[in-house]
Nanobody
């Protein structure tokens, strides 16, 4: 099971760093993506990183502000989402998901391409 952490409340313009790891073992050697779902809205793709993070994709609304990264030197092989310049519209539950392939899927934000999901972590951006 994937486990997200690092969510919380922050003021506009602030930063948060989310982490994704497997509860008992290590993440497999597959692409990992972050999605988010705001109240009353559909879940949307935020970012995806291939197994080596040599390929990364970002949603239009977060490009330039968010960075996805992986630490494959860590025994748990966590995946991070650094979120800077946060806006109220970034408020959502953030989920990490593991793909079935080493590279991000051709349509990287297509949810059906992801096999395992975490339960999510809440991010609230408010003054």
């Amino acid at each position: 099971q994937l486990v997200e952490s690092g969510g919380g409340s922050v003021q506009p313009g602030g930063s948060l760093k989310l982490s994704c790891a497997v509860s008992r073992f290590t993440l497999d050697d597959y692409a990992i993506a972050w999605f988010r779902q705001a109240p009353g809205k559909e879940r949307e793709g935020v970012a995806c990183a291939s197994w080596t993070a040599s390929t990364r994709h970002y949603g239009d609304s977060v490009r330039g502000r968010f960075t996805i990264s992986r630490d494959n030197t860590n025994i748990k092989k966590p995946v991070y989402l650094q979120m800077n310049s946060l806006k109220p519209e970034d408020t959502a539950v953030y989920y990490c998901a593991q793909a079935r392939t080493y590279d991000c899927p051709p349509v990287w934000d297509q949810q059906s391409e992801y096999e395992y999901w975490g339960l999510g972590t809440q991010v609230t951006v408010s003054s």
